[in-house]
């Protein structure tokens, strides 16, 4: 694809795009729904583990590049909420 095609494509459907999402746009928060996904049965093998603070620096990322909070913990496992 050329660069114009790949601009269009990624453009939202209602600015005439494919609303095709880039890989750098949906990294942080696929990791984060993943960890956070996970969270119960890692809990279950390893004592200790707080997710929290295993991903404290990705949250704060997170944060910086949306301008929000993080969603409620009861919702972090699902992609979707991370936006």
Known sequence: MS????????????????????????????YLASIYSARRLVS??????DVDDLCADE??????????EPPIAALRGVQRVWG
């Open 3 to 30: 660069d114009d095609v790949w601009k269009q494509a990624t453009l939202p459907v209602g600015k005439g795009g494919l609303g095709i999402r880039r890989a750098e746009q949906i990294a942080l928060p696929a």
């Open 44 to 49: 279950e093998m390893v004592a200790d583990f």
């Open 59 to 68: 949250l704060a990322s997170w944060s910086v590049q949306s301008g929000t």
